[in-house]
C-alpha cells in the first residue's frame, strides 16, 4: 500500500490550501480515511476522516468550519481543503487508510499513513 500525499505549502493566515492523497495497492473504497498532523514537538493529532463512501465525515474541534475533507473513489483520491488559515495549523500533514470503513479519529484506529506534505501558515 502507498499513500502520496501532495499540496502543502506556505500561505499567509487566513489563506486556503487543497491537500491531496492518492493511495495504491488497495482497495479504496473499502475503507474510511483520515487526516493528521503533527507540529514540531507534538504528538500526531487528528484532523479530519471520511468514511468508506463519503457519507459520513468528522473534524477535530480546532478545524471545524474551516476544513473540508473529501474523497473520490473513482480515482482512489482523499482531499483536504484548507480554508481560513491560521498559524496554529502549521505542520506535517498525513493522509492514513483507517482499518474499517467508518470514521475513525485516533492513530490507532489507522493501518497505512502517507510521507506527509508540509504546510506552513505565517502571520
Known amino acids: 500500500v502507498q499513500l502520496q500525499a501532495s499540496g502543502g505549502g506556505l500561505v499567509q493566515a487566513g489563506g486556503s490550501l487543497r491537500l491531496s492523497c492518492v493511495a495504491s495497492?488497495?482497495?479504496?473504497?473499502?475503507?474510511?480515511m483520515g487526516w493528521f498532523r503533527q507540529a514540531p514537538g507534538k504528538e500526531r493529532e487528528y484532523v479530519a476522516t471520511?468514511?468508506?463512501?463519503?457519507?459520513?465525515?468528522a473534524y477535530a474541534d480546532s478545524v471545524k468550519g474551516r476544513f473540508t475533507i473529501s474523497r473520490d473513489n473513482a480515482k482512489n483520491m482523499v482531499y483536504l481543503q484548507m480554508n481560513s488559515l491560521k498559524t496554529e495549523d502549521t505542520a506535517v500533514y498525513y493522509c492514513?487508510?483507517?482499518?474499517?470503513?467508518?470514521?475513525?479519529?485516533?492513530?490507532?484506529?489507522?493501518?497505512?499513513w502517507g510521507q506527509g506534505t508540509q504546510v506552513t501558515v505565517s502571520s
Open positions: 495497492g488497495l482497495t479504496f473504497s473499502r475503507y474510511a
Open positions: 492514513a487508510v483507517a482499518r474499517s470503513s467508518g470514521i475513525r479519529t485516533t492513530t490507532q484506529e489507522y493501518q497505512h
Open positions: 471520511i468514511s468508506w463512501s463519503g457519507g459520513s465525515t
